[in-house]
């Protein structure tokens, strides 16, 4: 039963990478054509809260038992990593703003080595340094930053953002009765970040034209309101609730690994779809980023049993 629910989980979480990684190749026509990241970004939460208010009105206790966990959801894995990942990829190529967004799985862990103190082996550091030095490739720093520099820091805010994520994805679910149902949270979230997003992006001074019209992907024209759906649809609605319930299953490490491929997905996507090209040492930069948080999210802490007794009843009277 458990392998059965692993394979599940797996399964969902490879579904929800590839339904992210079409994100930015179907939404930067968009921005191309006239449209503000930001209202990208507000058309696509908003989009998503009204196909998922069903949902939210279905789970409306949540709001009285879990408000801190809707309100980090809805202002960090929602609103903020979208803000920042569009805002990045309007400036750099779309492959390596989610080069820099992957990042997030090597933030992940020094999140759990030094805010929740579990230990981290070797490994895990071994593969976060890897990912730095992937990153300095991705940018070409030797180049002077040959990248947009505020897109490359948009990018890493997306990363710490993503990294929340996952935590955010993962919790209450050590809570017996108490955990709260994934779908609400997303339901949830995407209303919270609705509101955010609103009083960012202020979505009334949007050119309603561009999506009336056509965009252009690569050299073919495609309906801006196809793009829209998709990015609404797919890329956002179907990817946020494979991929929360994939967190559930497996745990924030492993849906971490697995969420690397969005990057992968992304960049051949936009390689085939937009035209957009890596250098050499850019490719070999995103590959040391994804294998460096392979290596990290795939290492393990020591285990509970080999640490000394009295620590572990220490910390039983304590919790």
């Given at each position: ?76 894995a929602?609103a ?42 070797r ?46 994805a ?11 149902d ?21 979505p009334w ?82 590959a040391?980023?994804?294998?460096g ?24 009277t304590?919790?």
């Amino acid at each position: 039963m458990q392998a059965s629910g692993k394979n599940a989980g797996l399964g969902l979480a490879l579904v929800s990478a590839c339904a992210f990684g079409g994100s930015g190749v179907a939404a930067k026509p968009l921005i191309e054509a006239g449209l503000d990241p930001l209202h990208m970004v507000w058309l696509r939460v908003a989009g998503s809260a009204l196909v998922l208010s069903p949902l939210a009105w279905r789970h409306r206790d949540l709001m009285r038992r879990k408000p801190l966990l809707l309100a980090g959801f809805g202002l960090i894995a929602v609103a903020g990593v979208q803000a920042f990942y569009f805002a990045s990829l309007s400036r750099i190529p779309v492959g390596v703003a989610l080069l820099l967004e992957y990042l997030g799985p090597c933030l992940l862990l020094g999140y759990i080595r030094f805010v929740q103190r579990k230990p981290v082996t070797r490994a895990a550091a071994l593969g976060a340094g890897v990912a730095v030095v992937g990153l300095a490739c991705v940018v070409e720093i030797w180049a002077g930053l040959s990248l947009d520099p505020l897109g490359v820091l948009l990018g890493l805010a997306a990363a710490c953002c993503q990294a929340c994520y996952f935590v955010f994805a993962d919790q209450g679910s050590d809570q017996g009765a108490d955990v709260p149902d994934p779908l609400g949270v997303i339901a949830f979230g995407m209303l919270i970040g609705t509101l955010v997003m609103t009083a960012v992006a202020r979505p009334w001074r949007i050119d309603w034209r561009v999506l009336a019209g056509d965009a252009v992907m690569g050299d073919t024209p495609v309906p801006a309101p196809v793009l829209l759906a998709f990015v609404v649809l797919i890329a956002t609605v179907f990817a946020y609730m494979t991929g929360v319930v994939s967190v559930r299953k497996l745990s924030p490490q492993v849906a971490g690994v697995v969420a690397c491929l969005e990057a992968v997905v992304a960049t051949v996507l936009a390689w085939v779809l937009l035209g957009e090209h890596l250098s050499t040492w850019q490719t070999l930069g995103g590959a040391l980023v994804l294998g460096g948080a392979f290596i990290a999210q795939s290492s393990r802490p020591t285990p509970p049993a080999a640490a000394d007794p009295a620590v572990l009843d220490r910390e039983t009277t304590n919790a």
